[in-house]
Structures are given as structure tokens and as C-alpha cells.
């Protein structure tokens, strides 16, 4: 009985020891797999990355669902997004056409054609830069951009409230030039009403039906003013088209940015200095001036009166100058030569 008893305790013994045992490796076990915080997050984060990638597997979807979707897919595909292009901006390229063009106040005899200024498109349009004409039916022939499927065309005056300035075009046509003088052409629309009780700007819609091929030039007409004044003023026409890409927007580089923070110092403190300037239109817009110094964009020219314009100018005064002086030194020669003849032309005849 004394063995067997020992023999229990022994038993009992070995099962503690190994019950120890086990909790101890259990435990360094459990101490063995604990991480920082720190790793834990990050492998949640590498985790979650995996899982990200391998998420774009293509879900299984029935056979009627794999087939509308593919069709829904070709449709998309198929359509071709158009964009409003304005094939009448100056930036752009477009110009008027002066030789088909009713004369006007902004193509004086004497200085610069600033006929464009008609198709810049300024953020506020000031009524001392419009194209002003004294036809009785003003024609406006405009060189496009480039070559269009026009959509629509629309007119834009100067900022007015409640009454429509007298001079400002009332009812105007809209024509196809389909050679280079517009003696071969086509009706876009008739009878373009800018009304009284719409925007500053008001647009004419062409049909989509009409049979249009792509054109380069169209034509302005006329036909009444508000008031019934002698002179019609115009401020900003429009021709939209169709373009496949949208506007490009550049960003400005640090050249830019020194054309325009130059420009808007000396606008605002060395007039001098800023009439010396390049300051037309073009370098204003295409630096993309008008946010730092919109007084600039608001009175700029076509061509502006600058630093060359002077050189050129005295250039020009100098050469008449000299040309005055030779041609004066030559005719005292000639006179001088042929007196000096008349002696010896007498004792010949006599």
C-alpha cells in the first residue's frame, strides 16, 4: 500500500511538473508573438496595401450582365465628347478681314488697325475699344481661327442695366463665306435678335440640320441699331464650334511672372516706363497678366505705342530726313550743272 501510495504521488508530481511546463512554454510563446504598436500598424497598412492590389480582380458576374455591360462599354467608347471652341478669339488666330470689311474707327488713316480688338475677349468690355462703323449696313468679315462645324454664334455689348445703349446692333445676319472674298456664301442664321430683356451676352443657335461644310471666314451683317443711330457699334462677336480636345490652360513660368509684375509696377508708379514697354494685347493675355494687372488688360491695343514704335518712328523721321537733304543737294547739282551749260548752249546757236 506504502509503493502504492508513493507511486500516486509520483504520478501527481509528474503531471504538475508537466502542466508547469506546458503554461511556461504557452506563455513565452504568447510573449514570442506580441508586437509593438508601431509594427502592428504598419503591418496592417501593408496589409491592407496587399489586399488593395489583389482586389482588382474582375468580379464574376452572369453571362446577361457581361453583355449589356459590354454594350453599355461600346456605346461610351463610341461617343466622342465635344468641347465649345470659339474660332473667332483673337488669341486664338482670328482676325478681321479689313479688305471685306465695312471701314471703321478702329482702322484710322493715320496709326496702327486695331480692328482685332472686336474679337478679344477682355473680362470687362469698355465701349471706347468697340468697332464702330458709319455703314448703313455694317458688314464684319471675320477670318477664323481655324476651320469649323459652326454651332452657334453670339453677340456681347459692353455691361448695360435695364435700357440697350443707342448704337448697339439690334438684328444682324450671320454668313458662310465659302471662297476667300465672300462672294460665294451661305445663310447661318437670319434675323439674330440681341434683346432688351437678355444677357450682355446673347447667343443665336444654327440648325443642326442645315448642310454646313467647315468653314474659315463668316460675315457679320448688320441690319438695325438700337436708337437708330447713324453709327452702329459693335463690341464682341462670337463663333462656336465643335473641338475634340478642350482648352489647353498653361501655367505661368517665371518669365511670365516677371512680364507681369514688371507691367503692373510701372502702370501704377513710372507711366513713362510702361509707354516704353511691350504692353499689347498679346503679351498681356498669353502671360496671363489680367489677375495681377487687369487695368492692363482693360486698356490694352492690338499694337501698342511702345519702345520700338519711337525707334522705328525716329528711325523713319531720320530717313525722310536724309532722303529730303540728298534729294535737295541733288537738284542744286542738276540746276547748278545745267546754268552752267546755258553760255556754251548760246555760242553754239548763235
Known sequence: MGFSMQSQFGAIERKVEMLISRKSNL???????????????ADVLKNMKFSTQDSKVEPIVSQQSTSKTEESTLKVSNFKKSFLFNAADFLKGASVDMDHSSSSNLNPLIGYD???????????????????????????????????????????????????PNGAPRTYDVAACLDFYCEKWKPLVSNCEY??????????????????????????????????????????????????????????????????????????????????ANKNCTVLYENNCCLECPECCQ???????????????????LLFVVTVIISFFVILTFLSILFSCIPFLRRYIH
Not at 137 to 155: D, E, F, G, H, R
Not at 224 to 246: D, I, S
Not at 299 to 313: M, P
Open 114 to 164: 486695331q480692328s482685332n480688338l472686336v474679337l478679344l475677349d477682355r473680362p470687362q468690355l469698355l465701349t471706347d475699344k468697340a468697332w464702330c462703323s458709319n455703314a448703313e449696313n455694317p458688314v464684319l468679315t471675320i477670318n477664323l481661327a481655324k476651320y469649323i462645324k459652326p454651332i452657334s454664334v453670339s453677340y456681347e455689348h459692353a455691361h448695360w442695366e435695364g435700357i440697350v
Open 299 to 317: 486698356e490694352c491695343l492690338i499694337t501698342d505705342y511702345n519702345r520700338k514704335t519711337f525707334e522705328n518712328i525716329g528711325l523713319y523721321t
Open 195 to 276: 434683346s432688351q430683356y437678355g444677357s450682355n451676352e446673347q447667343m443665336c443657335n444654327i440648325s443642326s440640320h442645315m448642310d454646313v461644310p467647315l468653314i474659315g471666314k463668316v460675315q457679320f451683317r448688320f441690319r438695325e441699331n438700337y436708337g437708330g443711330t447713324k453709327t452702329t457699334c459693335v463690341h464682341l462677336v462670337r463663333v462656336y464650334g465643335e473641338a475634340k480636345t478642350p482648352a489647353k490652360i498653361e501655367e505661368k513660368n517665371l518669365r511670365s511672372e516677371e512680364i507681369c509684375t514688371d507691367l503692373r509696377w510701372y502702370y501704377h508708379n513710372s507711366y513713362f516706363k510702361y509707354i516704353w
Open 27 to 41: 506563455d513565452k510563446s504568447q510573449f514570442e508573438n506580441t508586437k509593438p504598436l508601431e509594427e502592428s500598424i
